[in-house]
């Protein structure tokens, strides 16, 4: 079986948001780290992970959100979810990711909440 994981990127004001659509697996894991090593946010800002059309995100997935949370951190910068879906916010909650990321309805929440903060 193929996986296939696509992606749109962006940059706004609070920092870059990666959009992420389809399966985050074992497959499909090195593109996605691969994308996310070019979208270092500046310090104070944030990256936006956008997770509304992820289909599918394993345990190597979830270990990508982490790492992409750390070279955030290491940017002094932060990273945010966006737009989880049901199936991925129950592993988050069983995982205790939940307690790891900041988690926002949309991207554009996430930019508001950022500026509310950098203000």
Known sequence: MTRHLTHRTRITPAGPVLELIGELDHHTAPEARA????????????????LGDLAFCDSTGLTVLITAR???????ATVVLAAVPAHL????????????FAIHRTAQDAETAWHAVSD
């Open 35 to 50: 994308v996310l090593a070019g979208l270092t946010p500046s310090t104070g800002q944030q990256l936006v992970l956008d």
């Open 70 to 76: 750390n070279h955030a951190l290491a940017a002094n």
């Open 89 to 100: 916010s129950r592993i988050f909650r069983i995982v205790g990711l939940n307690q790891v």
